[in-house]
């Protein structure tokens, strides 16, 4: 939702104008509403999105085929390589990344931490300190070093002219990513979060600079004001136009990793020679697709390797004619389909992504559906753990811990399981983009909704959404919001154009906050801050945390009950970062919880939430086969050189294609069990 200045002042000048009686009735919070199912809770819609897509089904098709496709990436790497585990990345091996200071701080005493160790269960938590209760107690370990996602290495585009074939050049022996003189491949420097459900995400990325409002082009949004795609004109003529898609943060997300040196691709390269590559060959084509492919099988080609329809003749089927049609060529020679690649490949990827909603979970039963008329169903949880024996765990019992005691659903809110969600911020108006509360050091602050602060890692170490985009503007809508000023609480000088209703702030400093723009020097406490993940199937995405620093869900539990890892005390701890001592939410405390409720508490998240069918990889989670690069043969102090003799040869992870019916078909075992293991 986007108020407009007029509606804005509506809001503020009807019925009386907050007297104090008024301000003190926002003072006093309602605690949150319990989690709905998610059947209940609709897709957010793109208005305007008919005049690029005009077939939705096809659509989705090349937007799967476009994410599973190993041919998208330089080395071998597709979207789905650092997404094919209930959409998240549980590889073990050459995981690691530096940091900052590019060197490898091993956290324990073994000398082989760093490029292509293999991560094992005793090495998480990442940061351990001697007493599990105490987060001040003596560290035990810890590192800085993230567990991220592996993707490129190095090599040479296909040799297509023109510009496709440049090459990347091998990259230093001196960097961090080497076994002796062999280079490993690189690895990102944040976890990869699940694509499953992302789509009721209003920002997507963990410091969410993956704007709502796609360009066509890049991640920014209306930040990136060069942003333009070409559009056929009824003279035949092409004209560059701005595209402005809101709700569209997935698309704005798909577009970064395809050109990261990092993740996918080989650098120097754009979007139009990504789509000349990807037109000439045909889709999937190293990769089985099942018969049964809920999306690709009506395309499978009849070896079952890859599917029969090019890349070209989906995009004609699924987009506008005016986006492709155009015989008109650049002075390179790229014709419009191509240089419009970048539209193309976002918005299919979103339609593709826009289809993995799980909500078929034991909790969606056991709430039912009130849009579908669906009953619920007492025995979806109960079957699970009666919640009157003590002697086992009970999920039913661990979420009264998480809605009370343990204040998850503070953060965690909704059916969606995450404040970060489009509707939770709009349609139910908690607060919009940017809200006021007191902070974890009782001081008043404004931040953005959705994103904490939580004491992971020192706030110094990785700013979040507390960074600035490429274009120097900051990434938080807070930021803006407090810098903007009159009229209209920001709207005009603002890079994202939005505008914020403070009458919705949790805290009301005065009865003028809904007739005045933010105060000169207004605390701002966006430093450090990630955006909330969603619960859902969290019990298949591990490592968790935006370093991937945790690695069970008992080690979370033991993370938030002891009120985090910051060091220090409220007001001047590690979540602090320049002028503010603290950035600390305020729900980050000592909670205080049994051995019971921690168990429980863990049984809730990965009995109740896990969805089968992602478990199961069923429809729509079901996809074609991916050789994922799990690592290098050999270990972290040898490797094996592939015949370019300073690269380490990759080893392989197969994953078979799954149809409809997911796994079990197929004679393999879900990820998890219904018993949670």
């Known amino acids: 939702m986007r108020f407009s200045a007029l509606a804005l002042l509506v809001v503020i000048c009807t019925g009386a104008l907050f007297s104090n009686q008024t301000v003190q009735a926002q003072l006093a919070v309602s605690p949150p509403a319990s989690p709905g199912s998610l059947k209940d809770v609709s897709v957010p819609p793109v208005p305007g999105l008919v005049n690029y ?90 590192t800085d070093d993230v567990v991220g996602s592996a993707g490129t290495q190095s090599g040479t585009q296909m040799n297509l002219l023109p510009k496709v074939g440049v090459a990347c050049t091998s990259r230093p022996a001196g960097d961090a990513f080497h076994v ?24 997507n990325f963990w410091d969410g600079r993956a704007n709502n409002m796609f360009n066509g082009v890049t991640p920014f949004g209306p930040r990136d004001r060069n942003a333009r795609v070409a559009e056929q004109q ?27 040196n990092v993740e996918m691709t080989c650098v120097l390269k754009g979007f139009k020679e990504l789509g000349r590559k990807l037109f000439l060959i045909r889709p999937l084509r190293d990769q089985d697709v099942a018969v049964d492919d809920s999306v690709l099988g009506v395309y499978r080609y009849p070896t079952g390797a890859g599917i029969s329809v090019n890349y070209g003749a989906l995009v004609k089927k699924a987009f506008n004619p005016k986006y492709w049609s155009s015989t008109n060529k650049d002075a390179e020679g790229y014709n419009q389909f191509e240089r419009n690649f970048s539209l193309f490949w976002g918005l299919a990827i979103q339609a593709y992504e826009s289809t993995l909603v799980s909500d078929e979970t034991p909790w969606d039963k056991y709430v039912g559906s009130k849009k579908l008329n669906i009953p619920g169903d007492a025995t979806a949880m109960t079957s699970l753990g009666d919640p009157n024996d003590y002697s086992k765990v009970s999920p039913l019992r661990g979420f009264d811990v998480f809605m009370g005691k343990g204040a ?22 908690e607060g919009g983009l940017v809200e006021r509360m007191r902070m974890g050091d009782k001081e008043i602050a404004l931040y ?20 600035t985009d490429p274009f120097n503007h900051p990434l938080s809508w807070t930021r803006q919001y407090a810098n903007a000023g009159f009229p209209a609480f920001g709207i005009s000088t603002n890079p994202d154009k939005f505008q914020v209703n403070p009458c919705t702030f949790e805290i009301l400093v005065n009865p003028s906050d809904c007739l005045q723009p933010p105060a000169q020097g207004s605390r701002v406490a966006v430093d450090g ?37 910051r060091r220090g005390e409220d007001g001047s701890d590690t979540s602090g970062f320049g002028s503010n001592g603290s950035n600390l939410d305020a729900d ?49 102090f040898n490797v094996t050189n592939a015949i370019i003799a300073d690269k380490a040869d990759d080893a392989l992870l197969n994953l078979p294609a799954t149809g409809k019916n997911g796994l079990l078909a197929i004679g393999r075992p879900c990820l998890i069990n219904d018993k949670g293991e």
Not at 183 to 200: G, H, K, Q
Not at 249 to 257: C, D, H, I, R, T
Not at 457 to 467: F, K, N, Q, S, Y
Not at 539 to 556: I, K, M, S
Request: net charge positive; charged share 15%.
């Open 234 to 260: 009824a003279d035949g003529s092409e004209l560059l136009v701005a595209v402005n898609l809101i709700n569209s943060s997935l698309a704005s997300q798909a577009v970064g990793p395809a050109l990261s």
């Open 529 to 565: 801050a990630f955006k909330t993940p969603t619960l859902r199937n969290v019990a298949l995405t591990a490592p968790y945390f935006h370093n991937g620093g945790t690695g069970t869900l008992e080690q979370v539990v033991e993370f938030y009950n002891r009120g985090g890892d």
């Open 53 to 142: 897509i005009r077939d939705k089904n096809a659509a989705i098709a090349l937007g799967k085929a476009l994410f599973w496709d190993r041919n998208a990436g330089s080395d071998g790497m597709a979207c789905a390589s650092c997404h094919f585990n209930a959409g998240a990345d549980n590889r073990a091996k050459n995981q690691l990344n530096p940091k900052l200071n590019g060197v490898f701080n091993k956290p324990f005493a073994s000398s082989s931490w760093g490029p292509n160790y293999t991560l094992t269960g005793a090495d998480f938590p990442l940061h351990r300190v001697s007493n599990v209760l105490d987060r001040n107690s003596a560290i035990v370990s810890t």
């Open 180 to 203: 002796g003189i062999a280079m490993t491949r690189l690895t990102t420097n944040r976890n990869s979060p699940t694509v499953i459900n992302a789509v009721f995400n209003y920002r």
């Open 408 to 429: 998850c659903i503070a953060c965690h809110k909704g059916a969606e399981f995450t404040g970060a969600a489009t509707r939770l911020l709009f349609e139910n108006q």
């Open 588 to 636: 980050i405390k000592v909670l205080g919880l049994t051995s019971q409720e921690k168990a429980d508490l863990v049984s809730f998240m990965r009995h109740a939430l896990t969805d089968r069918r992602v478990a199961c990889e069923m429809a729509p989670f079901d996809h074609p086969s991916l050789v994922v690069i799990n690592g290098h043969r050999g270990n972290e």
């Open 448 to 467: 953005d909704n959705g994103f904490y602060n939580i004491g992971v890692r020192p706030t110094a170490e990785d700013l979040g959404i507390g960074a």
